[in-house]
């Protein structure tokens, strides 16, 4: 269930099957008593039905930005289980605008060390696991910033883009790189090849559209539960 929370989270879109006849004690057991009780609260809505083997199916995201904020607390509750407090969300955020991406990448490491569960991150789904749980935490700088993910822009789709509502303020776009072992990939080859991506696919363009031209590039990288991050 974790994995389609943050899949909600990032604004994607998930299909479930849907039971009309809900048995409260079996929400917290199956994922189809739990999103079809979400789906038929109003926490979630349909892209579309579907009948498939005389089943009702459903592509489901997330309604709008009032019930995000529901889901943000969902992310935030798993957050305030670990022993990091808010006290250190807020300093990570505070050295994130302040362009200071050394302490940034510190405080990040530290809360990923903390936080996640070696089982989070250690799966083929390891990177949307990061980005889901990396929007949970920049979700805490609205309404001051509008936090995207996956969203076209230049030649692609950034990772996270964070859009300040004054143009003045410095807007960031985020790449997000698990470190492929498998190919002999180092941290540091990850980091400029997410640096690079954001540059060829010019990422930057929306933010520009927008009126934003103080604007950071960072890529952020990740191996187990390690992270580093690079300025580009």
Known sequence: MNEDIETLIKGQIIRKRLAENIVFQ???KKDISLFSFLYFAGYLKHEQLLIIDDEIYADLKIPN???RIFYKNVVQAWIDDSPASN???????????????RLFERLFSDFVRDTLS??????KTVEAVYQAFLLGILVNLEPAYEIESNRESGYGRYDIALIPKNTTRLGIIMELKVVDGFYEE???????????QIKEKEYEAGLRK??????????????????WVREG
């Open 186 to 196: 180092t941290k540091d080859s990850a980091l400029e090849s997410a640096l690079q």
């Open 118 to 123: 070696y089982f989070d991150t250690n799966k």
């Open 210 to 227: 927008r009126g934003v031209t103080n604007i950071l590039i960072l890529a952020v990288t990740f191996d187990g539960k390690r992270v």
């Open 26 to 28: 079996n929400i917290a």
């Open 65 to 67: 930005r009032e019930v």
């Open 87 to 101: 006290q250190l969300v807020t300093r990570l955020l505070k050295a994130l605008l302040k362009r200071d991406i």
